[in-house]
Each structure stands twice: as structure tokens, then as C-alpha cells.
């Protein structure tokens, strides 16, 4: 059987959907080399936002939709874009978009969707680094199983090389500082030293940068919108009505300093008993829905509350490294999907970053 051509392909991408990705193929996907290969035919596509789990979906998708791409083999490349920033603000030296993971409330779950949306992105294909904003209480050190007394490399007296940790760039205050530092500083000190770790990092070349915010909407947060070049923010939530109300405050910042709310995740939504299997709503059914729809903004996911999120992420390797096939790995690469391409809509809807080039005749 000859090979489709490129534009039968491209067709057929423009069309074609699967499981897990909430856009049509050739939203996100591009032509770029169809190749016979050994055991059938190679096809690499260009996209833009890291979708590696869906690789052999995207196989079967285009199989049944072309004939001649009987058995294909998908390889993926992702070019991530550099995200749209605000008029004023300086943009990160080698980082393409900076997403904020933050709530109304504490103890919510920002951490652990923080850590886990950020190997998510990383096991999609994406450049990924992590940066704790918990100036005062950081998590990210334990959860990501960095010893107490490891300390970032300095460069030229004034730098830190990134503390690489399953795969991720990561900083933390909790690197620089040890258990007996005593967190005196107050409100501009904490955002002065969150600015230095941003921009004193070395960061190589990041599609994304997760920053794990500290609960509330204080300096830290004022700081971070105002001098950080922020694409997106991620709101974590429990299905709780209280916890809804800090949601909704969450959102309303992000909304007043203009950083768009690139939606909200659900976090401990349903209990799922480690004995039996049943699954419980503890705090109600739907609230995280509710909420997005309320304000207009997607639903990124739900996580139940499962004892082996505790266990894996407490204990240093988080749920999406230490069971990287199991179902809750599925949901944050869903997530990781989901949040990706609400970014990439967003860089279409207005400018990326970088000079305007024009022509003119004379
Ligand atoms: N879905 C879940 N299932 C079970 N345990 C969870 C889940 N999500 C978070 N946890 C646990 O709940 C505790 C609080 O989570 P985490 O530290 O991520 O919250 P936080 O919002 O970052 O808190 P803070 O506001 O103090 O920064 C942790 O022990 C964490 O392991
Ligand atoms: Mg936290």
C-alpha cells in the first residue's frame, strides 16, 4: 500500500481526536516526516504541548483514519512556546512559562499537585523545573527527597545551579537554609528572597517553570504577579464550601492582577477506602465543577483522596514517579495535558513574547 501524503495526513490531524486530549489532533499536532520503518511505517509530528502518553493513541487514531498507515509508529516533538507576558514585566532568562500553582487556603493539596503536575509535564515530554515559593514553609525538599544538607552548586559567587530531582530543575528556600534557620523575615524580606531564588537560578532552557505557592494571597503572591512573568495560574481546591470560598478568592486575585486562571484542580474529591476499594465523596460531589463553571475557568481534573498520594509524595518520590502507570499518574498527566494546552490557547489568543518584526516597501 503507497503512503498517504502529507496533506491527506494533515487532513487527517485536522479531524482526528483521541482519548485524553480535549482538542482535535491538528490543533495541537503537525506534519513534520513520514518514513518507512522496519516494522511499519515512522510518522514524527511536531507539538505543542507535550503529549508523549498519547503517542500510541495518536498510532491507532491515524491507522484507522488513513489507509496506508496500517501499524504507523508516532514520535512526538514538542516545541513548547514561550508564553505571553504583562507590558512592564521582565521576561525569565531561558524559561519559556511560568505557572503558578496556588489556592485561597492552606493545606489544600498545592504542594502535591505541584510536584506531581510537574513530573507529569516531565514524563509528557516537556522541560520542567519546580520552584517552592514556601518561603516559610517549604515542602518541595522532602517531597521530592532531596537530603537535608544538600545545598545548590554556586556559580560565580552569586548563582545556583538548579538541584535536579527525577528529572525536574528544582529550588527550594528549604535548600539554602537548615532546619535551625529561624523564618524571622517579614512580608518584603520573604518577597525579596522569592525574586532572588527566581532569577539567581540557572535554569536551563525550561518549557515550564511549576512554582508551588504558599497558601493565602499576600505579598508573596503580590510580588510574584507584579515582577514575575506568570503565563498561568493553577488553583487547587477541596470540595468543602469553605474551601470553595478561598477558591473563589484565589481566583479573584490572579483575576485582579491580570495572570489568567488556566483552571482549577479538585484535590482529595473522593475517598477510595485502601481496604475495599469503595469509593466515598466525603465532602460533597461536584464543588470543583461548580466552581469552574461559576467562573468561567476549566476543570482541570479531580484526585481522590488516596492514602498512596500521602505515602509516595511525603516520602520523596511522588505518586507520578513512584507508580508511573498507575491510575492516579493518569489523572495528574491528564492535568498536565489539560493545563498545557489552555497555555498554548492562550499564547494563540494573544501575542507570544519576543519583537514585532515588520516589512515595508520603502
Ligand atoms: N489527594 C490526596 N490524597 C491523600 N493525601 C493528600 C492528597 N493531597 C495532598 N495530600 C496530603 O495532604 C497534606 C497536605 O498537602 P500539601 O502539603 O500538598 O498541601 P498545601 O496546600 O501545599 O499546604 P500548605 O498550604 O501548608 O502549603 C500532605 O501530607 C499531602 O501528602
Ligand atoms: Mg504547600
Not at 56 to 74: K, N, Y
Not at 284 to 290: D, K, L, N, P, S
Not at 313 to 327: F, Y
Amino acid at each position: 500500500m503507497s503512503q498517504p501524503s502529507t496533506a491527506a495526513i494533515s487532513a487527517a490531524l485536522a479531524t482526528c481526536r483521541v482519548a485524553g486530549l480535549d482538542a482535535p489532533l491538528g490543533e495541537v499536532a503537525s506534519f513534520l516526516e513520514l518514513q518507512p520503518g522496519a516494522t511499519g511505517p515512522r510518522l514524527r509530528l511536531r507539538s505543542t504541548v507535550p503529549m508523549a502518553g498519547l503517542a500510541s493513541a495518536i498510532a491507532s487514531g491515524l491507522s484507522a483514519a488513513l489507509p496506508g498507515l496500517e501499524g504507523v509508529v508516532v514520535e512526538l516533538e514538542p516545541h513548547i512556546a514561550a508564553g505571553a507576558r504583562k507590558q512592564g514585566v521582565e521576561a525569565l532568562d531561558r524559561v519559556g512559562n511560568v505557572i503558578a500553582v496556588a489556592s485561597g487556603k492552606g493545606g489544600v493539596g498545592k504542594s502535591t499537585t505541584a510536584v506531581n503536575l510537574a513530573l507529569a509535564l516531565a514524563a509528557e515530554g516537556g522541560r520542567v523545573g519546580l520552584l517552592d515559593a514556601d518561603i516559610y514553609g517549604p515542602s518541595q525538599q522532602l517531597m521530592l527527597g532531596i537530603a537535608g544538607d544538600r545545598q545548590p552548586t554556586v556559580r560565580d559567587g552569586k548563582f545556583f545551579e538548579p538541584i535536579m530531582a527525577h528529572g525536574l530543575q528544582t529550588m527550594s528556600m528549604g535548600y539554602l537554609v537548615t532546619a535551625n534557620t529561624p523564618m524571622v523575615w517579614r512580608g518584603p524580606m520573604a518577597s525579596g528572597a522569592l525574586q532572588q531564588m527566581l532569577q539567581q537560578t540557572l535554569w536551563h532552557d525550561l518549557d515550564y517553570l511549576i512554582v508551588d505557592m504558599p497558601p493565602g494571597t499576600g505579598d508573596i503572591q503580590l510580588t510574584l504577579a507584579q515582577k514575575v512573568p506568570v503565563s498561568g495560574a493553577v488553583i487547587v481546591t477541596t470540595p468543602q464550601d469553605i474551601a470553595l470560598l478561598d477558591c473563589r478568592k484565589g481566583i479573584e486575585m490572579f483575576r485582579k492582577v491580570e495572570i489568567p486562571v488556566l483552571g482549577v484542580v479538585e484535590n482529595m474529591a473522593v475517598h477510595i477506602c485502601s481496604a475495599c476499594g469503595h469509593a466515598e465523596h466525603l465532602f460533597g460531589a461536584g464543588g470543583g465543577e461548580r466552581i469552574a463553571q461559576a467562573y468561567g475557568v476549566p476543570l482541570l481534573g479531580a484526585l481522590p483522596l488516596d492514602i498512596r498520594i500521602r505515602e509516595q509524595t511525603d516520602g520523596g518520590t511522588p505518586t507520578v514517579v513512584a507508580e508511573p502507570s498507575g491510575a492516579i499518574a493518569a489523572i495528574y498527566r491528564d492535568i498536565a495535558r489539560r493545563t498545557a494546552l489552555h497555555l498554548a490557547r492562550l499564547q494563540i489568543a494573544a501575542p507570544a513574547r519576543g519583537p514585532v518584526i515588520s516589512f515595508s516597501n520603502d
